[in-house]
């Protein structure tokens, strides 16, 4: 167990319509990243938090967008959900921003598998 | 960020040293090397990271050759429950402006059989 939670575990859902990934990061910790996972294209970073503020965007489509709370606990909102969205979602988190000297290990929740049919 | 390049897949058998080597030729001097470890439908887990010579864990060591162009992550006696995808990553590091996004390869899957 990472320490890091992620609700719900399986999300169903249809084309169009739009949902909402929620991530509570390990105790102390004020980064939070998110990732997305597919068969076709393997783990992408998507977008990093740190202590509320936006600090590094990867591969994050118009149609999704995420913040953090002031309690430090994160969303990633998905719209206008296509076929092709359908894939893990998977949230980090780590003590640090990386800004300062050396990687910081990164914690990884158990993943939300978003299903759009 | 720099471009890893390791092998698709390995085999190996319990009790085996197993080595993956990771090649990523264009490392810059700041970037420091990463490897995590992934079970299907598991989020990736951390298992070990250094920035040269050789780094060691109680599950795997890292060997970095001076040049840093290339490193192997070395998994002593592995058991089945070692099977599982690995990448090798590179970055993180002071003047990477304040990001530490992880950029993962395809990873290498180990099939460690009985």
């Known amino acids: 167990d990472s320490g890091v939670t992620q609700t719900p575990k399986h999300l169903i859902t249809a084309t169009g319509q739009r949902v909402t990934l929620r991530c509570s990061p390990r105790?102390?910790?004020?980064?939070v990243y998110w990732y997305q996972q597919s068969l076709d294209q393997g783990l992408q970073f998507l977008i990093q938090y740190y202590n509320g503020e936006e600090r590094a965007k990867g591969n994050i489509l118009e149609r999704f967008s995420a913040q953090q709370f002031p309690d430090l606990h994160s969303e990633l909102n998905l719209s206008s959900l296509e076929l092709g969205d359908s894939a893990l979602y998977f949230c980090?988190?780590?003590?640090?921003?990386?800004?300062?000297?050396?990687?910081?290990?990164?914690?990884f929740g158990p993943g939300t598998r978003l299903t759009v049919l | 960020l720099a471009k890893t390049t390791q092998p698709i897949s390995m085999d190996s058998y319990e009790g085996q040293e197993v080595n993956i080597t990771c090649s990523h030729n264009?490392?810059?001097?700041?970037?420091?090397i990463t490897w995590y470890q992934q079970f299907p439908s598991q989020g990736p887990r951390f298992i070990i990271q250094g920035y040269k010579t050789k780094v060691t864990n109680e599950v795997a060591s890292l060997f970095i050759p001076a040049d840093r162009k290339s490193s192997t992550l070395s998994l002593p006696r592995v058991s089945l429950s070692d099977t599982a995808v690995y990448y090798c990553?590179?970055?993180?590091?002071?003047?990477?402006?304040?990001?530490?996004?992880?950029?993962f390869g395809a990873g290498t899957r180990l099939a460690v059989h009985p």
């Open positions: 264009n490392i810059a001097t700041n970037d420091y």
């Open positions: 990553l590179v970055g993180g590091t002071l003047f990477s402006g304040g990001y530490n996004k992880l950029i």
């Open positions: 105790s102390g910790d004020l980064s």
């Open positions: 980090a988190s780590s003590v640090r921003d990386g800004g300062l000297a050396g990687a910081n290990e990164q914690f």
